[in-house]
């Protein structure tokens, strides 16, 4: 272990992308030992109700890991040639998992050949998890159920209702806006922050003496946003706006080598390009979008490693 810290950062990412294949090369293999395992129902001998069991009690994984492995061995035994696939990373266990269970839900009312089944491995191999259960949601639609709130205990209730795409896509950028506040909010977290706001803006008794002149403005970073230190506070609303639409709400940090793009929503905050400290201007040249982890890492940058390390890693 002492040794990872002697090695170059070139070095690093090197091993670490082979550990990535080597585990992934490991977990295919641990697919076919599940497989023989169960052919051999040692589970049963072991002590076991079921392999889920086994490898849940026995293995130690916990529920939808042993979920995913089972799930994932079982499109496996059906369709040995995606064993490439896993292997190499381009369809990952969890899309693999959904994949049967789609194919097994789906066995009641209708059935699907070996050639479909393949088209559909295809057609998400390469895709995230949530570009697989939107593209599987889409193929076997299920109907929206009523809304409802229900009182579950004196001081709770349960609501549920269905969103629409449109509905998800703000929710979405709603979250990035605010994620200054919660970066992962739950539903519930996220519906409190957005009445706090709504009831700031609409409720007499909470609103502020003073009135802002109402424009309506859709892509003003709101004052919640990218406020992380007093230098950028001091940025004017209509520089901070500009900056805002012309990066597209996103952080900007690009790596030259790779050409990989950050392009987060969430936590943003304003960069200065050249620092405030040396003489930066609040420009619309000087200034662009980062996101925490990219500003954070401009500053190690300027300021050098030693000051900022103990912010950081340790
Ligand atoms: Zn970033």
Request: hydrophobic share 35%; proline share 4%; aromatic share 6%.
């Amino acid at each position: 272990m002492k040794q990872i810290k002697t090695l170059s950062d070139a070095e690093l990412l090197s091993q670490t992308r082979n550990l990535v294949s080597r585990e992934r090369e490991l977990t295919t293999e641990l697919l076919w030992h599940l497989r023989e395992v169960e052919r051999r129902r040692l589970y049963a001998e072991q002590g076991f109700s079921s392999l889920f069991d086994y490898v849940r009690r026995g293995l130690g994984y916990c529920e939808g890991s042993a979920d995913r492995r089972i799930s994932a061995m079982r499109l496996l035994k059906e369709l040995p040639q995606i064993e490439t696939a896993l292997k190499s990373g381009e369809l990952s266990l969890s899309n693999a998992s959904a994949l049967q269970h789609f194919f097994t839900r789906e066995e009641k009312g209708k059935s699907y050949s070996e050639t479909q089944k393949n088209s559909l491995v295809a057609v998400v191999t390469g895709k995230s998890r949530r570009e697989c259960d939107a593209l599987l949601a889409g193929l076997a639609p299920e109907p929206a159920r009523a809304e409802r709130a229900r009182p579950i205990s004196a001081t709770q209730t349960e609501i549920r209702f269905t969103a629409n795409q449109e509905l998800m896509q703000k929710i979405e950028k709603l979250r990035g806006l605010l994620s200054h506040q919660n970066p992962n909010p739950s539903y519930a977290e996220l519906f409190d922050m957005l009445a706090e706001l709504a009831l700031k803006r609409l409720d007499l008794e909470k609103k502020p003496e003073r009135k802002p002149a109402g424009k309506p403005a859709t892509l003003t970073p709101p004052a919640e946003v990218a406020l992380p230190t007093e230098k950028s506070r001091n940025i004017p609303q209509a520089l901070r706006t500009q900056v805002w639409k012309r990066d597209r709400g996103q952080c900007t940090y690009e790596n030259n080598k790779t050409g990989v793009r950050c392009g987060t929503k969430h936590l943003l905050e304003f960069h200065h390009i050249q620092d405030f400290s040396v003489g930066g201007q609040h420009t619309l040249e000087n200034l662009t979008l980062r996101c925490r982890c990219h500003n954070l890492y401009a500053a190690i940058q300027t300021l050098g490693s030693t000051l900022m390390n103990q912010y950081l890693r340790e």
